[in-house]
């Protein structure tokens, strides 16, 4: 039968012209896709370019976008994407408040923030390796944040300095640690789609830094975390039967299919949200602590306006950490968050 050699797309596509537009948009499209056609992401941009000639996308090494919640460069299969993500697909640029048209970003920042940051104490090599952490960079969770972050590719690069015997070490310390975007805005995750994972450099990344810099940092952050503070709450969980429970996995994402099952079992009821593989400030709460809270209320409220009663956790110590920093996490977003928590034991 012709046609199981053929599966459908749904993609809703943003549209956005900084000259001619007020806001962004959305518009939707349907593709048949030939399964063994080797498809890749750049010929659905074209198969969208040729229903609406509006729609833009860089032709060269920079395209780059956000597939989902994760960036691609379009020279990805089409079925390897739709294994993961299913057959409903949102293409948007790889950051929307920098997209000039469509999926043409403005990047000037990325070379300037090497030649600001470390460029006087870098090699040609150095150089070479930057250059190819241009998806890195703008898949920075950070920058949803703060504009101002270095972003994960300095990071990663001065990982790479350090190593290599740089003689420069104390220089390039300071130069990743200041106060506005530096390394205590750092909480990586890799967003990009099958791309390398880069949590070890940053985890020795930090572990340089902060030796050098001595424990009177992380004594005075924690003094601050401590006096902030309130009393942690006390949730009230009761029977799981009927109620709208969102799933928290956070670095278990693979912890997925059994943590529903597991409701199912219960009777309760899923409720996908977002950001339940977000993580929301765990590592940064010592060295930025309004940053963890300001993350952690994010992750909550989206969970919450998703209309769940509670928060199931995979992982007992996420579950912790949101118990600890709830009321903070409330106060620095502004907002209430009428949300019960537990610890789904899989």
């Known amino acids: 039968m012709q046609f199981k050699k053929r599966y459908k797309l749904d993609i809703k596509v943003l549209f956005f012209n900084a000259k001619?537009?007020?806001?962004?948009y959305y518009k939707r499209f349907s593709f048949q896709i030939d399964r063994d056609s080797g498809a890749i992401l750049r010929d659905i941009l074209h198969m969208i370019k040729e229903q609406n000639s509006s729609f833009a996308f860089p032709k060269s090494r920079e395209l780059i976008f956000r597939v989902n919640s994760l960036v691609a460069n379009g020279k990805e299969r089409v079925s390897d994407v739709?294994?993961?993500?299913?057959?409903?697909?949102?293409?948007e640029p790889v950051l929307k408040y920098r997209s000039k048209n469509c999926l043409i970003i403005e990047n000037r920042d990325f070379l300037h923030q090497f030649r600001r940051v470390l460029g006087r104490f870098a090699t040609k090599d150095d150089l070479m390796f930057y250059l190819k952490l241009y998806g890195v960079h703008y898949a920075s969770e950070t920058f949803?944040?703060?504009?101002e972050y270095m972003g994960d590719a300095i990071m990663i690069l001065a990982h790479k300095m350090l190593k290599d015997g740089n003689p420069h070490k104390k220089e390039i310390i300071d130069a990743i640690s200041c106060e506005d975007g530096g390394i205590d805005w750092c909480e990586y995750q890799n967003n990009?789609?099958?791309?390398?994972?880069?949590?070890?450099e940053i985890d020795e990344l930090k572990e340089i830094v902060y030796s050098v810099r001595g424990e009177a940092t992380t004594n005075i952050c924690s003094k601050i975390v401590s006096k902030f503070r309130r009393k942690e709450r006390e949730y009230s969980v009761g029977s799981l039967e009927n109620k709208s429970i969102a799933i928290y996995l956070g670095r278990d994402s693979e912890l997925l299919d059994k943590?529903?099952?597991k409701l199912k079992q219960k009777r309760a009821k899923y409720i996908n949200f977002d950001m339940d593989d977000r993580l929301a400030g765990q590592t940064i709460l010592k060295r930025n602590p309004k940053f963890a809270y300001r993350k952690a209320g994010t992750v909550m409220l989206d969970a919450f306006d998703s209309g769940v009663e509670l928060?199931?956790?995979?992982n007992r110590d996420d579950y912790r950490y949101f118990k600890s920093v709830h009321s903070m996490a409330e106060r620095e977003t502004g907002r209430d968050i009428d949300l019960n928590l537990m610890v789904l034991d899989i």
């Open 20 to 24: 001619t537009d007020y806001l962004p």
């Open 82 to 91: 739709v294994e993961k993500f299913g057959n409903t697909l949102t293409i």
């Open 144 to 147: 949803s944040y703060n504009k």
């Open 192 to 200: 990009i789609f099958n791309g390398r994972d880069y949590s070890k």
């Open 259 to 261: 943590a529903k099952f």
């Open 311 to 314: 928060l199931a956790c995979v």
